[in-house]
């Protein structure tokens, strides 16, 4: 009995699975599963859009941007040749004035400024400098007396 | 991924509706349970990486994930074994009158069954696995597995005896 019952037993039919879950079921497993593949996904793009940009930039214009480089080369060298020939001018001038002949002339022409206007100590300063104030109670007689 | 678990539902769904249908006697738990299963498997694919027995594993992650919704639902887990006594139609229909009612009557008499018997009931007679596999995919020990089909058949016999000698 126990063999015929067992077999009785597995030919009854289980129920099928209501067809409608099976969007349902997929679908609630496809919206978890683009969750981590999304970031995933959005992060490499982000990072290929980079590179893109960054290829689109420096790789098809290889030879403009080493053109620049070489101009650069070029104008950092001038300046720097520029500044070496530069140099030494404030000491030619520095020299210049220290000789004996702009000297001379220096002192000619001071001699004859001095003819002209006189020496500086006789011209007192004409501006007065005014006191400094005193009380706020002074300043009003003196207020009332002029 | 997304065809690899279209793939897995078109395999192994209806074993793992009816399984978690006879386990938890409640269709609403089993469609629950089925759709935590399959987005379990989106979220990690790799979990079906190394498995040689996809039927063993999915089953095992169904038990499981029964036996954690029953866990959850403290109130509901007193229930449970309720459950079994309902009338709920775990097998498909038919119009012969005889095999309805003794549909009916397996259904009700596997509702009775404790729920780890009536697991092991299930998976050997309407999955055809043998009891190193049952053992396997419900993490139980081969004799437990042995024992419990043992009881809960004697049980499913003593109940529909009357009525399987009156149709036999």
Redo the contacts between chains.
């Keep these: 009995m126990n063999d015929d019952f067992e077999k009785r037993l597995q030919r009854q039919p289980v129920r099928p699975v209501p067809s409608a879950w099976r969007e349902e079921i997929l679908g609630a497993a496809r919206q978890a599963a683009p969750r981590v593949h999304t970031r995933r996904e959005a992060s490499s793009d982000w990072l290929v859009t980079i590179r893109q940009v960054l290829s689109f930039l420096f790789r098809p214009q290889r030879a403009g941007w080493t053109g620049l480089a070489a101009v650069w080369v070029v104008i950092i060298a001038l300046h720097l040749a520029a500044r070496d020939d530069s140099a030494p001018a404030p000491a030619m001038q520095a020299a210049n004035i220290t000789s004996p002949g702009t000297l001379r002339a220096l002192r000619q022409q001071r001699l004859l400024l001095t003819e002209l206007v006189g020496r500086p100590e006789d011209h007192p300063p004409t501006r007065q400098h005014s006191a400094p104030p005193g009380p706020r109670s002074q300043r009003r007689e003196t207020a009332v007396a002029v | 991924?997304?065809a690899d678990?279209?793939r897995l539902?078109d395999e192994h769904?209806?074993a793992l509706?009816?399984f978690l249908?006879?386990f938890t006697r409640d269709e609403a738990d089993t469609?629950d349970v089925?759709?935590d299963v399959?987005?379990k498997?989106?979220?990690q694919?790799e979990r079906l990486a190394a498995v040689r027995d996809e039927r063993g594993f999915l089953l095992r992650l169904a038990h499981n994930a029964a036996i954690d919704l029953m866990r959850r639902r403290g109130a509901r887990d007193r229930k449970h074994e309720q459950f079994g006594t309902e009338q709920l139609?775990?097998?498909?229909r038919t119009d012969d009158p005889d095999e309805a009612a003794?549909?009916a009557e397996?259904s009700a008499a596997l509702g009775e069954l404790p729920a780890d018997q009536r697991a092991v009931v299930h998976l050997k007679?309407?999955e055809?696995l043998t009891f190193e596999q049952i053992a396997a995919a419900l993490e139980i020990p081969l004799n437990t597995a042995a024992s419990r089909y043992r009881y809960g058949?004697d049980k499913?016999?003593d109940r529909?005896r009357p009525l399987?000698d009156e149709i036999?």
């Design positions: 991924m997304a678990l279209e539902y769904a209806q509706f009816a249908l006879n469609r089925l759709q399959f987005v498997l989106a979220r694919p139609p775990a097998f498909a003794f549909r397996l007679l309407w055809g058949l499913l016999r529909l399987y036999k």
